[in-house]
């Protein structure tokens, strides 16, 4: 499977755009880019996914990058309630279980 | 109600010790999954079922069984639990054909051996 890079940590400020980035340099062409988060004491849900355009919906924005080796998802303006570990991971065209890496623990400062 | 459902929430058994967890799904979906977390890890795949009569195993299958009751129901076997699988379990379903094809988690099952 395709590996994901993401920092182990990251900070924002309540109410500022946060940057999540993600690197997949080896992804190919079949592989979709999908984000999942998971809050405190609570299951991973799902956030957003794209292929090759970049992404919007009610929860956040996924940019990526034209040669697709990196995305990065964005949260427009941080709560509290977006603290949470954010994970990237490449997935086929949904014939194949997710495989989670260790993701980025967000932090939001009120 | 929960759309995935996980009992029991919290369990504390000794090694050993049988144990079943069991999900249970009202989405109307085809593939369920089991996977387990580790503190400060991601979630690692135990078993997958893509329907009722497709059983798969994940990337750390060993020491575990499962079984597909039904469309509605997964459950995720311990036949003789240690201590190395105190870990946080999650059940989750999916259904490609339908929206993204996203995955469901239940609330997750804390197991801890003695």
């Known amino acids: 499977d395709a590996k994901t890079t993401q920092p182990n940590s990251m900070e924002s400020n309540e109410e500022e755009p946060v940057h999540l980035p993600c690197n997949h340099s080896t992804i190919s062409g079949t592989d979709y880019i999908h984000w999942y988060r998971q809050l405190p004491s609570q299951g991973p849900e799902y956030v957003i996914h794209?292929?090759?355009s970049n992404v919007n919906n009610r929860m956040a924005s996924l940019a990526i990058a034209e040669d697709r080796k990196s995305s990065t998802l964005i949260l427009h303006r941080a709560t509290l309630r977006d603290a949470a570990v954010y994970y990237c991971?490449?997935?086929?065209?949904?014939?194949?279980?997710?495989?989670f890496g260790k993701g980025t623990r967000l932090s939001v400062i009120a | 109600d929960a759309d995935v459902t996980q009992t029991p929430r919290n369990r504390i058994t000794k090694t050993g010790k049988r144990i079943m967890l069991e999900c249970s799904q009202t989405k109307g979906h085809d593939r369920m999954y089991w996977y387990r977390q580790d503190p400060g890890l991601g979630l690692r795949l135990i078993y997958y079922?893509?329907?009722?009569?497709?059983?798969n195993k994940g990337e750390i299958s060993d020491g575990y069984s499962v079984s597909r009751q039904a469309q509605a129901k997964f459950s995720l076997s311990l036949e003789s639990a240690i201590p190395n699988q105190t870990a946080l379990y999650f059940c989750?379903?999916?259904?490609?054909?339908?929206?993204?094809?996203?995955?469901?988690f239940g609330e997750g099952s804390r197991l801890t051996v003695l």
């Open positions: 991971i490449l997935r086929d065209r949904g014939n194949t279980p997710l495989v």
């Open positions: 989750a379903t999916s259904d490609p054909t339908r929206g993204t094809g996203e995955l469901f």
């Open positions: 794209g292929l090759t």
């Open positions: 079922s893509f329907d009722v009569k497709d059983i």
